[in-house]
């Protein structure tokens, strides 16, 4: 069953995951892994779960021509501003949830997200918006972890998930990030596992269902 919890703030959250990810050691381990899926972006792209602008350095200039980036957290817009400046494209914010994106079908040649399809509140509606709002060519990129492959580690995933999420924003530890694409029609291109443990991450490319972006 879809989670349709209705979306809450959480600037302790905000404030702590900006911190975190902009730490050395951190910044290490994830920026290597954001500027290889921003480089990967082409023409218009909108970006879901900006947070604090982490990605916004990494967009190459010769390949993106603007980035809208979404927010749904007003703690979390407000660290991503103060980042704007970072980028080498032009960057517009936008409050917004991923279930509900205030954009005309067929707007985007890339939607792109980084470790955000672990906490929007309804996985299902967000993959059709992104279907609906990009191009019939377009492409998500999505670096993000998942649920493990071995029964057992998945097991301790879903134990945890509820103390995570009451952490750490609505972040789910066992989400199936590929079969909730193949199940929303999307056709994966690409994937790649990066890490092990019991937070395995993938990145994924992946083509819209056909006649996905009709209004």
Known sequence: MADTTPYRPAPLFARFYDWNSRRRGMAAYFDPYRRAIARMSR????????????????????RVSEVEATEPDSAMIGYARAHVSDAHVPIHITQATAEHLPFSAGTFDTVLATLVLCSVTDLQATLREIARVLTPDGQLLLFEH???????????????????RRMAGNCH?????????????FTIETEKRYSGGLLPMWLYAARPPVASNAE
């Open 146 to 164: 998942v649920r493990h492959q071995r029964r057992w580690a998945a097991a301790m995933q879903t134990a945890f998930t509820p103390l995570q």
């Open 173 to 185: 530890l066992n989400r199936d990030i590929r079969s909730a694409l193949l199940q929303a029609g």
């Open 43 to 62: 023409g218009r792209v909108l970006e879901l779960g900006a947070g604090g602008g982490q990605n916004f350095p990494y967009y190459d200039p010769a």
